[in-house]
């Protein structure tokens, strides 16, 4: 059983950066896709940013030219730039393993907030 470690979150103002990192506790080569999904206070999880073994990136609207995601899998590592922070951007965010690229997670973090607040 892979386990999936979130790590990077914290107090950033507006228009400030973080990066996170979602690391592995085996190797995420035959992980095919991963991602970052981010859960406010009393708001449904939502998908933030997806990235395949090919380096295929997706990107909510929300985020996009403002994140980056991307992985180093001889780190075992996924990571999230995030650049141009706003307080909606406040949640926990977790990470996401999908083993087959099915569309069916197998492996999920416990997460790491990130509050944006002047």
């Known amino acids: 059983q892979v386990q999936l470690v979130e790590s990077g979150g914290g107090l950033v103002q507006p228009g400030g950066s973080l990066r996170l990192s979602c690391t592995a506790s085996?190797?995420?080569?035959?992980?095919?896709?991963m991602a970052w999904y981010r859960q406010a206070p009393g708001l449904q999880r939502e998908l933030v940013a997806t990235?395949?073994?090919?380096?295929?990136?997706y990107y909510s609207d929300f985020v996009k030219g403002r994140f980056i995601i991307s992985r180093d899998n001889a780190k075992n590592t996924m990571y999230l730039e995030m650049n141009g922070l706003k307080p909606e951007d406040t949640a926990v965010y977790y990470c996401?393993?999908?083993?087959w690229g099915i569309g069916q997670y197998d492996y999920v973090g416990r997460g790491t907030q990130v509050t944006v607040s002047s």
């Open positions: 085996q190797s995420i080569d035959n992980i095919s896709d």
């Open positions: 996401y393993g999908d083993l």
């Open positions: 990235i395949n073994s090919a380096g295929t990136t």
